[in-house]
């Protein structure tokens, strides 16, 4: 995502005024000057100019419509994994989508978009109810996973994805949605190209026995642990390549992973930024990582795979903000 105009002073101040006053303290907070490195998985990002942690989605509407009638740029952040934040941090309001409740029917939940994934999968099988345990442990919240369609081991998100509630990115049209308008694909969603700003999903939940859902937990947590940072200890946005395209029609898609296993990255290092020794996909903040050496890092990785494959690899992580110029480094002309 591309910086916008920086707001000036007077807008600011409007802004903040106006947040003051629309926005019910028991359902919003608000700060300024607050360090995003705070609130995302790989623990890198500059300041917010403002910043509103919204508990509600009347409150997260709000706040929106209070940014666009200011003319201060919105940044809408959810659990902060699979984005890297720029250095200068976010010149305008960021709006944390906070809000985490969850209700149950027959054959479906609806859960808010703040909730943690692994929150919502241990609250899936108190009730008996499989869904989403094959993505135990990715790192971040229901709202990113939602619109990025986070997958692993064969499934995606957006196959159990029923209806949505959206809003504009001026807090107004809200509505609810069918799956279909999503639009989902591979590591993407029509949220991902389109100004809508998610607050709740209805997903389809299946009954099963709670033993059958806590195995495959276990399971898949094992198996994170074995191949991935905890993301709590070695901050991570997860994956940072996406996968490439398979190689004939209709077969499994080329993890980035083993490319970059083969041109020997694991281990690369600019500064504290690193790629995980035992995942050349996945990299990490081994430090005080800053967001322009986790950019060169990346294309360094980037790099080698033009030049040792001819492919192009494509980042599934977001950067946001002002993007700063890459380090001098051997391998990038």
């Not at 100019?49 to 919204?54: I, K, N, S």
């Not at 509600?56 to 200011?70: G, K, N, P, W, Y």
Request: charged content about 25%.
């Amino acid at each position: 995502m591309s910086a916008h105009p920086s707001p000036t002073a007077s807008s600011l101040a409007a802004c903040e005024r106006a947040l003051r006053a629309g926005l019910d303290p028991r359902d919003a907070t608000l700060r300024a000057h607050e360090p995003l490195a705070a609130h995302t998985t790989l623990r890198i990002g500059g300041p917010a100019d403002l910043f509103v942690a919204a508990r509600t989605r009347d409150a997260v509407a709000r706040a929106l419509a209070v940014a666009h009638d200011t003319g201060v740029p919105a940044l809408v952040l959810g659990g902060g994994s699979n984005l890297l934040v720029s250095d200068a941090g976010w010149r305008g309001v960021v709006v944390q989508v906070a809000c985490d409740r969850l209700d149950f029917g027959a054959g479906w939940c609806e859960a808010e978009a703040g909730v943690g994934l692994l929150d919502l999968i241990h609250a899936c099988r108190d009730r008996a109810l499989s869904a989403l345990e094959f993505a135990a442990g990715v790192p971040g919240g229901l709202g990113g996973a939602v619109a990025g369609n986070a997958g692993c081991y064969g499934k995606a998100i957006g196959e159990f994805v029923l209806a949505a509630e959206l809003c504009g990115p001026d807090g107004g049209g809200r509505r609810t949605v069918p799956a279909e308008f999503l639009e989902f694909g591979y590591r993407d969603s029509r949220l991902k190209r389109d100004p809508h700003v998610l607050l709740a999903v209805r997903l389809r939940v299946t009954p099963a026995p709670r033993a059958d859902i806590q195995a495959e937990i276990d399971l898949r947590l094992a198996d994170r642990r074995a191949k991935h940072p905890d993301w709590r200890v070695e901050p991570t946005a997860g994956s940072y390549f996406k996968n490439l395209p398979p190689e004939t029609p209709g077969g499994r898609r080329v993890p980035a992973g083993q490319l970059l296993d083969r041109l020997d990255c694991r281990g690369l290092r600019v500064g504290d930024a690193l790629v995980f020794p035992r995942h050349a996909n996945i990299l990490v903040n081994a430090g005080r990582a800053t967001a322009q050496e986790m950019l060169t890092l990346a294309e360094v990785l980037r790099a080698r795979a033009r030049r040792g494959f001819g492919v192009e690899l494509e980042p599934e992580v977001l950067f946001v903000g002002e993007r700063p110029h890459l380090l001098p480094h051997p391998e990038l002309g």
